[in-house]
Structures are given as C-alpha cells and as structure tokens.
C-alpha cells in the first residue's frame, strides 16, 4: 500500500465493523481509493472530493 501510514489499517477496520462506503473531502484518500476499487487492499468504497479549490493566497 503507498497512501498514507495507518489509513489502510483504519479502511480494513471500517469495512470489518460494516462501513461499505465513505467519503472523504480532503482529497488525501484518492489513491486509497484506487487501490481498494481495484481489489489491491481491503476497505470500503471511498468517494472523494478531491484536492480543494481554493484562490491564491486562501482569500
């Protein structure tokens, strides 16, 4: 797994405790997603918003 360290452990204990579908409005879990759409790791179904946009400068 290449996302972030502990999100696959925590995506393998939604899914054991009945979650089958999260979503994520921060954009990190977009490559979690890839892997446990394509069976490579096990975890709910993640629908994610993607990397915020916002103006420069956050104004």
Same mark, same amino acid.
């Given at each position: 797994? =290449?996302?972030?360290?502990?999100? !696959?452990?925590?995506?393998?204990q /939604?899914? $054991?405790?009945?979650? =089958?579908?999260?979503?994520?409005? !921060?954009?990190?879990?977009l490559? /979690?997603? $890839?892997?446990?759409?394509?069976?490579?790791?096990?975890?709910?179904?993640?629908i994610?918003?993607g990397?915020?946009?916002?103006p420069?400068?956050?104004?």
């Amino acid at each position: 797994m =290449t996302c972030w360290p502990g999100m !696959g452990k925590r995506a393998e204990q /939604l899914l $054991a405790t009945g979650v =089958t579908t999260a979503r994520d409005l !921060g954009g990190l879990l977009l490559q /979690l997603a $890839a892997e446990t759409a394509g069976g490579n790791s096990a975890g709910p179904r993640i629908i994610g918003a993607g990397t915020p946009i916002t103006p420069s400068g956050g104004l």
